[in-house]
């Protein structure tokens, strides 16, 4: 089968039936344990094989039975005992058929906890140790004076503020005063601008909060609800329970703007389709108990400006290649060192067939942070969200969905302070960002700090 249609049908229920030697290596691969994701699918699928078996051997029966039922009738014979025998055939037939469709809905069911494929050019490997670097750009900046960490700067400045933050909402949520605001939306307005002006991307404003079955055609439920912020009216409900009315605090704008599309068949001479979008995202951030405690890298409640796509699955790679470059062009643009890392198969997300991470040089903390994932999830969210195109004279298929950040706002807010700090404690204001700071230049002490 050639590789191009072999990744097209990934995670089909027929594919996953007919190469299960390929799906458990590649789980595997995953640190996935195929044995609890497809030991279940195994069993359950061969007991749907015995239903269909016995339904065709019934309907069989049924329909010779038929055919003698009428050739006694017109030959005025008693048909009685076999219209009788078709009819409890019939009970027999729908009983096993509703059967049928139920483990079929399970198995389907099963199918959403199998997170996607890699492609065979991620690098195996069982987390971000094995991550592979493939481009570096950028001087990294030299000081006079040792560099000091963003929480340090902001506080000092009167730009950040943690302790309110704390009192009116809790930990992990930051104030932003004066120019550190101002410096926060001038990074949105300059990203927007220059992936709408720029890049040919189309601008979209999508609702903050989303229904089940959005988070469900991009991959955040049912595996990972407790990452997610629930509004009241969802309280109540299984992860695996969708109604119209239930909302949740988006993650990532990757969702609203995916699901504009959910449920629709896209003509093909659209494609590809660039989306761009500036939203606040609400994380839990489960299982981070510990993790960045300091400063803003980890925050329950951030900005961020997402660039998503919608492309003909030959086109994707291609496609995925230029999102990264739109995300990287933002740090150039900035001035803000980076590397580029190909993410190896058991740090790759859930939904993702080919990650890479673009990382910011942070020298007040002397390390580089991963500031934009950049994703090809080639049919996968298509699938569950039911996207499909259509090429002329062609049937309808699944697109391949690709996105990234464009970048992380408050990410980028950080580097900017750690990477333009001077020795008095200011920080210089990027040229390309003066222009929307109103001509400022230099970011001071706020007064009354």
Not at 20 to 45: S, W, Y
Not at 336 to 347: K, V
Not at 392 to 419: C, D, M, Q, Y
Request: charged share 30%; with cysteine.
């Amino acid at each position: 089968m050639p590789a191009l249609i072999l990744w097209m049908r990934m995670l089909d229920l027929g594919f996953v039936r007919s190469n299960p030697e390929m799906v458990e290596k590649k789980l595997r691969e995953r640190n996935a344990d195929p044995v609890a994701l497809l030991g279940e699918f195994r069993r359950l699928d061969e007991e749907r094989r015995e239903k269909i078996t016995q339904l065709e051997t019934l309907k069989g029966r049924r329909n010779e039975l038929s055919d003698r039922v009428g050739a006694l009738k017109r030959e005025k014979q008693d048909a009685t005992a076999l219209m009788e025998e078709v009819r409890g055939l019939k009970d027999t037939i729908d009983a096993d058929q509703h059967a049928a469709d139920t483990i079929d809905a399970q198995l389907r069911g099963l199918l959403t906890r199998i997170p996607n494929l890699c492609r065979d050019e991620v690098p195996v490997g069982r987390g971000e140790e094995q991550n592979v670097e493939v481009k570096r750009w950028g001087k990294l900046p030299e000081f006079g004076f040792q560099p000091k960490p963003h929480w340090e700067l902001g506080e000092k400045l009167g730009i950040l503020d943690f302790e309110r933050a704390a009192k009116i909402s809790g930990a992990r949520f930051a104030v932003y005063w004066g120019d550190g605001a101002r410096l926060e939306r001038a990074l949105i307005s300059f990203m927007l601008d220059q992936h709408t002006k720029g890049h040919g991307y189309t601008e979209v404003l999508p609702p903050f909060m989303v229904n089940s079955k959005s988070l469900f055609g991009t991959g955040q439920l049912p595996k990972f609800a407790e990452d997610l912020f629930r509004c009241n009216d969802a309280e109540g409900l299984e992860p695996d329970v969708y109604r119209d009315n239930d909302h949740w605090l988006i993650p990532t704008a990757e969702v609203p703007v995916t699901n504009l599309y959910r449920d629709e068949t896209l003509d093909e001479a659209r494609l590809p389709i660039l989306l761009t979008a500036y939203t606040p995202c609400f994380r839990s951030e489960a299982g981070s108990y510990g993790k960045d405690v300091r400063g803003i890298i980890r925050q329950h409640q951030f900005q961020k400006v997402e660039l998503v796509k919608f492309a003909r699955p030959e086109e994707s790679d291609l496609e995925h290649e230029k999102l990264t470059r739109d995300a990287e062009a933002i740090l150039e643009a900035l001035h803000l060192p980076y590397r580029r890392m190909l993410l190896c198969t058991g740090d790759t997300g859930f939904s993702s067939a080919k990650t890479y991470d673009l990382e910011v040089w942070l020298p007040g903390q002397n390390l580089y942070r991963e500031i934009s994932s950049c994703s090809n999830f080639e049919a996968f969210q298509a699938r569950r969200a039911n996207i499909r195109y259509k090429a002329k004279g062609g049937k309808p298929a699944f697109v391949h969905t690709l996105n990234g950040s464009g970048l992380a706002v408050g990410r980028t807010w950080l580097a900017i302070l750690e990477n333009y700090q001077q020795a008095d404690g200011t920080v210089r204001v990027p040229e390309a960002l003066v222009p929307y700071m109103g001509g400022q230049r230099i970011i001071a002490p706020r007064a009354g700090v």
